[in-house]
Nanobody, 123 residues
Framework: QGQLAESGGGSVQAGGSLSLSCAVTGFAYAPDCMGWFRQAAGKERETVAALYNNGSISYGNSVKGRFTTSNNKAKNTLFLQMSSLKPEDTAMYYC?????????????????RGQGTQVTVSS
């Protein structure tokens, strides 16, 4: 059974940077899509970024130009580089993955996800 595990969360001041990693293990085949979503306390899930096997990458409107996602296929690791962080970026961040037509759901709908890592941005 495939598993995803995030690391790298923490606390940072507004304007700072933080990097998250996600180890992807146990899948018989590499996922067709991977990505990140976040959920702040009392709010709905929000897509942060998504990567697809065709090479396309998409970002949520609230993070465009500030966040960058990439993956190291050889190491089965997904990364999220966050810069110019704002207090409203405070949330639990999850990495997620899926296959085939399930990729159309977007990261917050992918079936495989990690336990999440907390990111807190103070003003």
């Amino acid at each position: 059974q495939g598993q995803l595990a995030e690391s790298g969360g923490g606390s940072v001041q507004a304007g700072g940077s933080l990097s998250l990693s996600c180890a992807v293990t146990g899948f018989a085949y590499a996922p067709d899509c991977m990505g990140w979503f976040r959920q702040a306390a009392g709010k709905e899930r929000e897509t942060v970024a998504a990567l697809y096997n065709n090479g396309s990458i998409s970002y949520g409107n609230s993070v465009k130009g500030r966040f960058t996602t990439s993956n190291n296929k050889a190491k089965n690791t997904l990364f999220l580089q966050m810069s110019s962080l704002k207090p409203e970026d405070t949330a639990m961040y999850y990495c997620a993955a899926d296959f085939l037509f399930y990729c159309k759901r977007g990261p917050d709908g992918f079936r495989y996800r990690g336990q999440g890592t907390q990111v807190t941005v103070s003003s």
